[in-house]
């Protein structure tokens, strides 16, 4: 019913720009706790950007300044835009918010199906 839906990954050159989105559906009234994560091979999940609920916008240090997390409440989306992306950068990225259902309240803890970021030196 509910989910979180990721696209905009792909391939990219050091110093390229991308862009992923990821956009609630179902009968949803909003969405609120969000973050994008990313796991690299042999890597544990990590926490990149998030917009915390009543919280101030955090970013990991290794992409403070680069990367800037933002939201659409129109569209229930949230999106990473990535700048002068590293070859470090390249992993598996996956959005993670709390959905706000018009009939059973909210609903915590989704993820999206997670999409490659792959960046080539």
């Known amino acids: 019913q509910e989910q979180l839906v990721e696209s905009g990954g792909g391939l990219v050159q050091a110093g390229g720009s991308l862009r992923l989105s990821c956009a609630a559906s179902?009968?949803?009234?909003?969405?609120?706790?969000l973050a994008w994560y990313r796991q690299a091979p042999g890597k544990q999940r990590d926490l990149v950007a998030a917009?915390?609920?009543?919280?101030?916008?955090t970013y990991a240090d290794s992409v403070k300044g680069r990367f800037t997390i933002s939201r659409d409440n129109a569209k229930n989306t949230v999106y990473l835009q990535m700048n002068s992306l590293k070859v470090e950068d390249t992993a598996v990225y996956y959005c993670?918010?709390?959905?706000?259902?018009?009939?059973?309240?909210?609903?915590?803890?989704?993820w999206g199906q997670g999409t490659q970021v792959t960046v080539s030196s």
């Open positions: 993670h918010a709390d959905l706000v259902t018009r009939d059973y309240g909210v609903r915590y803890g989704y």
């Open positions: 179902g009968n949803i009234l909003g969405i609120r706790s």
């Open positions: 917009i915390p609920s009543g919280g101030t916008t």
